[in-house]
């Protein structure tokens, strides 16, 4: 078994993904939404490239079945129910409901995970969770760094670094530069992952922009079991 | 004044250089080899991102003229002057001539740099006199990691790191999340660079290809103060 960190969703072309279990992290903000949703009760995201797609679908439910949710440049899009904050996702929102979702970073790297036979949903609020179930499959495991605009995000791959350092504590695996990579980076923020958020650049443009509550929702550490999974363009729980 | 490091050549893909200062970074071992090569003396480098490409650049120059050098999978290409180790580029070798060069990684690095308004080839043994020159020049700055295969590469990611610690200590600049996680990838190896080299994915397959004199070879420390830059399709010392 192999752990291997992707740093940019750039890195996943041109790769077979075959039999690999690909962990998508977005921290800031969409997979840390995902899972909140989730462990509110959603029953189901669908994710979507763009804001015409998302509307498109929406077409094909009754009103009151679905909500629309999703950012451009971290604000809530005209007309649609929801932003892109966990805060959001209360279950007295999304229980009981699907949610189509559509996010710059997130869905960009969803479609990149085409493919793979597991994809789940990971961030700090799953993290081991995720990373248990990740490892109880037995397959070779990619940690998908979502970045930011198509470059790397400190709190991705800080995320991505505690997650290899957990299953390279856990079991008796290969890890690739990247991995290796990620590890030093987590080690560097291990007594305070949140301050990863805050040094970050998306982290400090969310702030500016009014989420700072936003980056301690998404840094808190295994507050959720949910494993949220992506298949066939839902994204359910296992 | 900003410095940014690239893991990938694919994060300079879709991006402006414009206006930008660009350190090319293939630790091992283009970049090693070419700073070596420059600093013995060689005239002149002319990267090609084909075998084919190589020959047929080679037929335009008279016998006696040009070396043709480069690796694929490690090794020296057949009918090939030189291969992809600096232990090759000697004075007695390359003093005066041309070397038409092609190998994996470096050269689709030196081709994503296209529209960057300066280009010069970084590594341990050129990484003051390349920081310095960058530094100098007052423009914003990419550290570009080659990367092994289209990923990450934890030898680049430590020079890079090296590099833009050296840059940030220097000058009042702004740092990407790329900077600093390539800084804190540095920072475990600061002691021991040669390190990085040994641990690294690309190092180890060197090593079992029987090249593990080239570690050492490529983690000498400022052993050199050439600064080769890539303008127009040629490497020429500035």
């Known amino acids: 078994m192999r752990v291997d960190v992707t740093v940019v969703p750039q890195e996943l072309e041109q790769r077979d993904l075959g039999d690999l279990c690909v962990v998508v992290l977005d921290v800031l903000r969409a997979s840390s939404t995902i899972v909140t949703a989730m462990a509110n009760g959603c029953e189901e995201i669908i994710p979507t490239a763009t804001v015409e797609e998302a509307v498109e679908i929406a077409h094909s439910y009754g009103k009151g079945e679905?909500?629309?949710?999703?950012?451009?440049?971290?604000?809530?899009?005209?007309?649609?129910?929801?932003?892109?904050?966990?805060s959001e996702y209360t279950p007295e929102r999304v229980k009981g409901k699907k949610v189509i979702f559509t996010t710059t970073n997130g869905t960009r790297l969803l479609k990149a995970t085409k493919g793979a036979s597991t994809v789940v949903i990971g961030s700090f609020l799953n993290l081991e969770a995720a990373t248990e179930y990740a490892l109880n499959l037995g397959k070779d495991v990619i940690l998908a760094c979502?970045?930011?605009?198509?470059?790397?995000?400190?709190?991705?791959?800080?995320?991505?670094?505690m997650m290899a350092d957990y299953l390279v504590s856990r079991g008796d695996l290969s890890q690739s530069d990247g991995a290796l990579a990620a590890r030093l980076v987590y080690q560097a923020f291990r007594d305070d992952v949140g301050r990863a958020l805050g040094t970050s650049e998306h982290g400090k443009f969310l702030i500016n922009a009014g989420y700072a509550g936003d980056l301690e929702l998404c840094s808190m550490l295994n507050v959720h079991t949910v494993v949220p999974c992506f298949s066939q363009g839902h994204i359910v729980r296992i």
Chains 1, 2 share one sequence.
Request: glycine content about 22%; hydrophobic content about 35%.
């Open 146 to 161: 979502a970045g930011d605009g198509r470059r790397l995000a400190l709190e991705d791959l800080a995320c991505a670094g």
């Open 66 to 86: 679905f909500l629309l949710g999703g950012e451009r440049k971290g604000n809530k899009i005209e007309g649609f129910d929801l932003g892109n904050s966990p």
